[in-house]
C-alpha cells in the first residue's frame, strides 16, 4: 500500500485479557519496526524484523509481549494478560532495509481496564 | 546506547516568527530523522539527515555529525505547525527518540 497500516485504531479490553495488533509495512520494506508511546512520552523500542534474520527483541518489556511477521510482510505484535501499565499508543514502522528512513503507521490505541 | 535530548522542551511562538529546535546526541549515528507528531499522533517525516543541510519550503534542517548535534529551523510558522517535533537517532539498534519539543504556534 502507500503508506503503513495498523489495525485495530483503537482498542480496549479489560486487565488479563489478550490482544492482538496488526501492521501492513509499506510494500517491498524489508524492515519492520513497533514502538509503544505512553500518554505524554517519547516513544520506546520494542522489536524489529529485517527479511528473514531472527528478530530483535531487545526492547520487549515482559514475556507477555511477543510479535510474528508472516511471508516477510505483515506483523502481529500480541500481548498476554494485559496490565493496566500497558495501556499506550503501540506503532509500527517499516523502511527499505534497516537503517534507512523509517515510516510510520497512525497507530493503535490500547487501553487497558 | 545512545542518548538523545532535545531543547527546548517547550515552545510558545506567535504566528510568522521563526524558531530553532535542538537536538544533541551521544554517539555517532547512522541515521537521523526529524518527525512532527500532529495533534491527532500521526508521525510525520520531516527530515531524513544523517549529516549536512536539507530543505523543504519553510522548513530546514542541519546535522552536524562530528559535534553530534542536529537543528530544525521553522520559518514564517503557522498555527499548523503546532505539535511535537520528535527527533531520532539510529547507531547501532533501532531509533532512540528524543522526548520532544512541544510548539504551540498562537495567532
Known amino acids: 500500500g502507500a503508506g503503513v497500516s495498523q489495525s485495530p485504531s483503537n482498542k480496549v479490553t479489560e486487565k488479563g485479557k489478550d490482544v492482538e495488533l496488526r501492521c501492513d509495512p509499506i510494500?517491498?520494506?524489508?524492515?519492520l519496526y513497533w514502538y509503544r508511546q505512553s500518554l505524554g512520552q517519547g516513544l520506546e523500542f520494542l522489536i524489529y524484523?529485517?527479511?528473514?534474520?531472527?528478530?530483535?527483541k531487545s526492547g520487549l518489556p515482559s514475556d507477555r509481549f511477543s510479535a510474528e511477521r508472516t511471508g516477510g510482510s505483515v506483523s502481529t505484535l500480541t500481548i498476554q494478560r494485559t496490565q493496566q501499565e500497558d495501556s499506550a499508543v503501540y506503532l509500527c514502522a517499516s523502511s527499505r532495509v534497516l537503517g534507512n528512513e523509517q515510516f510510520f503507521g497512525p497507530g493503535t490505541r490500547l487501553t487497558v481496564l | 546506547g545512545i542518548q538523545v535530548e532535545q531543547s527546548p522542551p517547550d515552545l510558545i511562538l506567535q504566528e510568522g516568527a521563526n524558531s530553532t529546535l535542538r537536538c544533541n546526541f551521544s554517539d555517532s549515528v547512522n541515521n537521523l530523522q526529524w518527525f512532527h507528531q500532529n495533534p491527532w499522533g500521526q508521525l510525520i517525516n520531516l527530515f531524513y539527515?544523517?549529516?549536512g543541510t536539507k530543505q523543504n519550503g519553510r522548513l530546514s534542517a542541519t546535522t552536524v555529525a562530528t559535534e553530534r548535534y542536529s537543528l530544525l529551523y521553522i520559518s514564517s510558522s503557522q498555527t499548523t505547525d503546532s505539535g511535537v517535533y520528535f527527533c531520532a537517532a539510529l547507531g547501532n539498534t533501532p531509533l532512540v527518540f528524543g522526548k520532544g519539543t512541544r510548539l504551540s504556534v498562537i495567532a
Open positions: 539527515i544523517p549529516s
Open positions: 510494500s517491498g520494506h524489508t524492515a
Open positions: 524484523f529485517q527479511g528473514n534474520s531472527a528478530p530483535d
